[in-house]
């Protein structure tokens, strides 16, 4: 369990806030721009960071994540590589906490036990794996608590209220709640997921942020009525995409200064 | 979990199989799981298929001695199963009836299925039509491009065919697309997946609804050749025609036999479909099974000659067989498949798919392996109408 996750949680529930959770692809638009785009995220006012772990296949991915994927792959990057971006991001003084966010194929490979306990030493505090629900992830979520990173569950529209407190028992940090059946950065996050946030708060005390179809500031600030966290992955990726490759560190940063009306303590 | 199993369907074949999908599709695999466990077991619904399989399909297929071949080889006799004589030319019909059935039972009024080479979105197109279903196939652009007979089928039949332009263009990106389509979609949408591939319970039930193949297999060489064969060969590339046909013989003393598209070589990552031969174990599309990937666990690009092979997984039970050595698994590449296919076109008048292609060659080899007293039974999957294209532009030939 990750008392980072936590602790930032609390800070920003504690300021009668959501937690602002960024997603951002490793490796894109380039390798060497996602340090600097996770320093700026972190400038801009995130409070949590999501790091796209590249994956050839993401099929719970919309059109903007899948090029993002695309790109990577197609530098290169690999789990490895993610990690050494989060060591070398956290040399440079990045404090929020960060969760690794992928498929499961790219971590089997480079070993569940070894994933966990590297991405520990890196410096991560998470991990959310798409296509891993919990029934299958025995292994993992036991590589996880053994090194002290937070094994996130996701809850889906679809998710049955029985099967709900059985995902929330797995959780230790926060919940991932899915606010529309589809793909990432597809359909915009309904009115009534304030009823499926209060639902899933039935079977948990931890903090539920929610993501998907969350992008303009007043859906930010919608989501955030409802929920402990507001997670924005699409439009982050599309805001690195609208420009020059050497803008995209401040055009990420004003996004989320502006979804968020603040800017990251120190910035 | 206690919500993971509500049915007496076993979720995994040894270590492969399982259920690694996104949360939103959980529900439905679980509906699906219990809707399929019951019909099964429901007279109404399994005599209501085998109608269909007879009256419809025209099952069952024949068992047929390819005679000339048998003495041109000079060896064990070589049997043919038919299933290229079923509807819609291959063994695809036999899944695509079950899954509609079972759709239509539990209330799903919109299909979606990937295809490569085209005969499985045909095979659906066909189900929908009948049963008035509608139907959405996802077909890689790569493969359009090759099949484009069967687009056009599909299109008559009254499905929409959308393209998908991403990755390799191929079977994979199809179903990577069908995904996306499903957790959009899944209230309303089953997703007919074309072979024994994918999360719990696909794998299980497309083997099932394909075993037929073998039963009918099993009891027409008792009937026709006096004794089972001494080996059964079929192509795998999802393996759904190579799991229905090797899985009623199982408990038998018959050899069998797996063959994959070794594509330009198994020395070419990304130019073969030889998964189980070349390839290690993961997960993808749901499941835990055997794939073609980089040491970063990243998915390789394949290459085959057929679309129908080209896929760099593989169905979960067909890795068990592997890793249980109950079965064996070679690979043919593309120029063998070619002359497999010339050579049962010339000597029995039988224009094979280019799929069951690659098993001709090797089922020739066993055959002369075997000698005479010996019988080799090829599931021959499909009829090659659909890869005339194909096989004139690899023989050089402008039509």
Known sequence: MSERLRARFAEANGEGRAAFVAYVMAGFPEPERTVPLLLGLEAGGADVIELGVPFTDPLADGATIQRANEVAVAAGVTFADCLGMVREARSQGLAVPLVLMGYDNPLLAYGEERAAADAAAAGADGFIVVDLPPDEAGTFRGACAANGVSFVPLVAPTTAEERMGEVAAVADSFIYCVSVTGTTGGAEVPPEVGDLVATIRRHTDLPIAVGFGVSTEEQVARVGRVAEGVIVGSAIIAAIEGGSADGCVDRVRSYVERVTGRSGAGA | ?399
């Open chain 2, 1 to 399: 979990m206690s919500t993971e199993t509500r049915s007496d369907l076993a979720p995994r074949f040894g270590e492969f199989g399982g259920r690694y999908i996104p949360e939103v599709l959980v529900a439905a695999h679980e509906e699906l799981e219990e809707a399929y466990d019951a019909a099964r077991n429901d007279p109404a619904f399994t005599e209501e298929l085998a109608q269909l399989q007879r009256h419809y399909a025209g099952r069952p297929t024949p068992l047929y001695l390819a005679e000339r071949l048998t003495e041109e080889v000079g060896g064990a006799r070589i049997w043919l199963k038919r299933e290229d004589l079923a509807h819609t030319g291959a063994h695809k019909i036999n899944n695509a009836l079950g899954q509609a059935l079972l759709a239509k039972r539990i209330g799903k009024p919109r299909i979606i299925a990937e295809t490569g080479a085209g005969q499985h979105g045909v095979a659906t197109a066909t189900v929908c039509a009948k049963l008035n279903l509608e139907c959405v196939v996802y077909m890689g652009t790569e493969d359009i491009r090759r099949q484009s007979l069967n687009v056009f089928r599909m299109k008559m039949l009254g499905a929409d065919v959308v393209p998908v332009d991403s990755g390799s263009r191929t079977l994979k990106d199809a179903i990577n697309e069908a995904m996306r389509d499903w957790v959009t979609n899944v209230r309303t949408t089953h997703y007919l997946i074309g072979s024994a591939i994918g999360p719990h319970p696909f794998p299980t039930m497309v083997r099932d609804f394909q075993a037929v193949i073998g039963r009918e297999a099993r009891e027409q060489m008792l009937e026709q050749a006096g004794r089972l064969p001494d080996v059964a060969v079929a192509c795998v590339g999802g393996g759904s025609n190579a799991i229905g046909l090797f899985h009623p013989f199982i408990e038998d003393p018959v050899r069998l036999v797996g063959v994959e598209a070794a594509g330009e070589g198994l020395s070419a990552p990304g130019r073969n479909a030889a998964t189980l031969v070349a390839g290690s174990p993961g997960v993808l599309h749901g499941t835990r099974t055997y794939l073609l990937q980089d040491e970063a666990g990243q998915i390789l690009d394949t290459h085959s000659i057929s679309a129908g092979l080209d896929y760099p997984g593989v169905g979960p039970e067909h890795s068990w067989l592997k890793t249980s050595e109950r079965a064996e698994y070679i690979a043919a590449d593309d120029a063998e498949a070619l002359e497999g296919f010339q050579r049962l076109t010339r000597s029995e008048g039988i224009i094979p798919a280019l799929e069951p292609s690659h098993a001709i060659l090797p089922a020739i080899r066993l055959a002369e392996e075997l000698g005479e007293g010996g019988d080799v039974l090829i599931g021959l999957s499909g009829r090659g109408d659909k890869d005339m294209h194909t096989v004139a532009e690899a023989l050089g030939v402008t039509l």
